[in-house]
């Protein structure tokens, strides 16, 4: 049997000849060895490993909105307001430790969290666009905390809860926070441009 060559030509700087894209895809409808094999090595992993920032807001009906705006450069996902409570059916504070709250993420959240936790774990910038206020910034640090972005924290497995520590130490370059006061396509590119940390004195 003859086999002809289906793939994309890949030159010695590892760019790609993208004349060749429909040929990779027609050969992978007639499932063709070699360009199955040239899709898992070259293709495939060149479209999985390119993560977009991330940006957090509360409400889906913003995220989409934002996301319009950007045109694609930004992952925008929502948190959905909250995502970290203290427990109901148990003393929420450790007596023994400066009255510290204890924190848990309650079950409507679990999918949420998850989710987020997964992207900012590939995303090159996660940045935090909850509202100015102070429920908002409040929300910008249980993020941290819930996605582990706390480098104060020892690496360790997730607990159930977990305690709340005035500071929060991430990495400046990668973990940012921004505000804006209207959903407007100047303001967000405005807001991204001017990033802060987060306002201990409003959490």
């Given at each position: 049997?003859?086999?002809?060559w289906?793939?994309?030509i890949v030159h010695k700087n590892n760019t790609f000849d993208k004349t060749s894209s429909s040929w990779l895809k027609?050969?992978?409808?007639?499932?063709?060895?070699?360009?199955?094999?040239?899709?898992?090595?070259?293709?495939?992993?060149?479209?999985f490993s390119m993560s977009k920032p991330l940006?957090?807001?509360e409400s889906p009906t913003k995220a989409k909105t934002i996301s319009k705006f950007l045109a694609g450069k930004y992952d925008v996902e929502a948190s959905f307001g909250h995502i970290r409570d203290l427990p109901k059916s148990?003393?929420?504070?450790?007596?023994?430790?400066?009255?510290?709250p204890k924190y848990?993420?309650?079950?409507?959240?679990?999918?949420t969290v998850a989710k987020l936790k997964a992207l900012a774990k590939h995303a090159p910038e996660i940045i935090l666009a909850s509202d100015e206020d102070r429920e908002g910034e409040s929300i910008a640090w249980h993020l941290v905390q819930a996605l582990d972005l706390d480098e104060?924290?020892?690496?360790?497995k997730a607990k159930p809860e977990d305690s709340k520590t005035d500071e929060v130490k991430v990495d400046a370059d990668r973990v940012k926070r921004i505000v804006?006061?209207?959903?407007?396509?100047?303001a967000i590119e405005e807001a991204l441009a001017h990033p802060r940390s987060i306002d201990q004195n409003l959490v």
């Open positions: 049997m003859t086999h002809y289906a793939g994309p027609f050969a992978l409808y007639l499932r063709r060895p070699s360009a199955l094999c040239i899709y898992n090595i070259v293709e495939r992993p060149k479209y940006i957090i807001v148990k003393i929420s504070i450790d007596v023994e430790h400066d009255f510290e848990i993420i309650p079950p409507k959240a679990e999918e104060s924290k020892p690496k360790k804006f006061h209207e959903i407007t396509k100047t």
